[in-house]
């Protein structure tokens, strides 16, 4: 098995795992839901107006988990195919959609490698999933070969600044944990051995100009003063949150 092949069971497994314990249950809230909202803060998008109307776009989620986004976006009358490589999240979307009557393809596959054809979409997303779990490298890549020109790619994850303020286990710091440069490939000492990708901003610049991307905004997400805690991820606490940025969200653009 090689090493990429490896991290992605491992991931897998993690998320696996984490559907048993907290995904499929709150799935169904979150597919009830209509507004579009970003991160574990829930930021509405009404606020930082990343997406726009996607009313007939065709859309790819890269990384969908159980497809709450996907839902939401369906709703709001995009044409929605959801990506994931993990089956027990899948088969999660797939009862909700059952229940809701909600229904977009689900396609089992790894951001870095989408058995979708080329330019068959108007907006790549991802709201962790690929954005966190798979290679930058290599999935940036991907979401450009699936956008038409013109087409816009919109990515959420933890900060680079977050990440350095990261233990190997438990609550995040207000003191550097470990170094900025280097960042590539985490393994999360916390018994899950998830495997987390992340880049400095610099990395990240150079990956998505490299990829064929043009930059057009990077939004460094503050939780809201009415936030809570997540009751999952509460390893970012709220109060953390709202003093620097545990979250950022990246949009850029496949030129025409």
């Not at 090493?3 to 497994?13: E, G, R, T």
């Not at 545990?246 to 496949?254: D, Q, S, T």
Request: charged content about 25%.
């Amino acid at each position: 098995m090689s090493s990429a092949d490896a991290d992605l069971a491992a991931n897998v497994a993690a998320w696996t795992k984490k559907n048993a314990e907290y995904t499929d249950g709150s799935a169904a809230r979150a597919w009830a839901k209509d507004e579009l909202a970003w991160g574990m803060f829930g930021v509405l998008e009404s606020d930082v107006q990343i997406l726009g109307d996607v009313a007939g776009l065709d859309v790819v989620e890269l990384g969908c988990g159980t497809a709450y986004i996907a839902a939401r976006l369906a709703k709001l009358g995009a044409r929605v195919v959801g990506v994931d490589p993990t089956p027990a999240q899948l088969d999660t979307a797939r009862r909700l959609m059952a229940e809701t009557g909600i229904e977009f393809p689900l396609v089992e596959a790894a951001g870095e490698s989408v058995p979708l054809p080329d330019a068959s979409f108007d907006l790549a997303l991802s709201e962790h999933g690929a954005a966190t779990w798979a290679d930058p490298r290599r999935w940036i890549p991907e979401a450009f070969r699936l956008l038409r020109p013109g087409g816009r790619l919109a990515f959420l994850h933890s900060s680079p600044f977050a990440h350095v303020h990261f233990p190997d286990v438990g609550e995040i710091s207000t003191e550097l944990q470990r170094p900025y440069f280097g960042l590539g490939r985490t393994v999360w000492d916390d018994g899950s051995n998830e495997v987390e990708y992340q880049l400095t901003h610099g990395e990240w610049i150079d990956v998505l100009r490299e990829s064929g991307f043009t930059i057009e905004r990077l939004v460094e997400l503050q939780a809201p003063a009415s936030a809570a805690t997540h009751p999952y991820y509460s390893d970012i606490p709220a109060e953390w949150a709202r003093q620097w940025p545990g979250e950022e969200i990246w949009v850029a653009r496949k030129q025409a």
